[in-house]
T-cell receptor
Framework: DGGITQSPKYLFRKEGQNVTLSCEQN?????MYWYRQDPGQGLRLIYYSQIVNDFQKGDIAEGYSVSREKKESFPLTVTSAQKNPTAFYLC???????????FGPGTRLTVT | AQSVTQLGSHVSVSEGALVLLRCNYSSSVPPYLFWYVQYPNQGLQLLLK??????LVKGINGFEAEFKKSETSFHLTKPSAHMSDAAEYFCAVSRSFGNEKLTFGTGTRLTIIP
């Protein structure tokens, strides 16, 4: 089955630690995205990549980093510089044409 | 730049009643418009989209939306609400070019009253 996988579903970290969230897609999509979701704020774009080995900052990139070494993979690292990392993180991808995005199931990160 | 406004962060309707979720957009160029649904602790699923052509678009689960350029609106409707429709709904806009990122509204949580 084609789709997007995110792992793990739930992640717990201590403050001050970096953590990497996984996102893999087998849809052969060129573009991939990372969003952060907080209650009442909708989805906010962290980073996006339209092609392998290239990525751009979204609206809230501070404290995050990404890489895009393979078409299928777009991992997100939440660094210790991110002041409020506890949130629900969603990965998405899109192919050519209509900008329709397909979403993964999300990772809920809790930092204490 | 594009933006989306969803009127009403919470909407409650009785089972069997009409569902109407409002979305207004702002775009400097012709837009592509989308509605997504999110169930608790899950990702987003595309309900329907408007790109070109017919302004009334039908989606999954009996939902439909009408693109009204003069009103810059893309409201989502369903004639008869079902308990399974309880979820959060997001409207999104992009420019009508390929490979453009989406701008999402803040969402509307739909509650169905038995």
């Amino acid at each position: 089955d084609g789709g997007i996988t995110q792992s793990p579903k739930y992640l717990f970290r201590k403050e001050g630690q970096n953590v990497t969230l996984s996102c893999e897609q087998n849809l052969n999509h060129d573009a991939m995205y990372w969003y952060r979701q907080d209650p009442g704020q909708g989805l906010r774009l962290i980073y996006y990549s339209q092609i392998v080995n290239d990525f751009q900052k979204g609206d809230i990139a501070e404290g995050y980093s990404v890489s895009r070494e393979k078409k299928e993979s777009f991992p997100l690292t939440v660094t210790s510089a991110q002041k409020n990392p506890t949130a629900f993180y969603l990965c998405a991808s899109s192919g050519q044409g209509w900008n329709e995005q397909y979403f993964g199931p999300g990772t809920r990160l809790t930092v204490t | 730049a594009q933006s989306v406004t969803q009127l009403g962060s919470h909407v409650s309707v009785s089972e069997g009643a009409l569902v109407l979720l409002r979305c207004n957009y702002s775009s400097s160029v012709p837009p592509y418009l989308f509605w997504y649904v999110q169930y608790p602790n899950q990702g987003l699923q595309l309900l329907l989209k408007y790109t070109t052509g017919a302004t009334l678009v039908k989606g999954i689960n009996g939902f439909e939306a009408e693109f009204k350029k003069s009103e810059t609106s893309f409201h989502l409707t369903k004639p008869s609400a079902h308990m399974s429709d309880a979820a959060e709904y997001f409207c999104a806009v992009s420019r009508s070019f390929g490979n453009e990122k989406l701008t999402f509204g803040t969402g509307t949580r739909l509650t169905i009253i038995p």
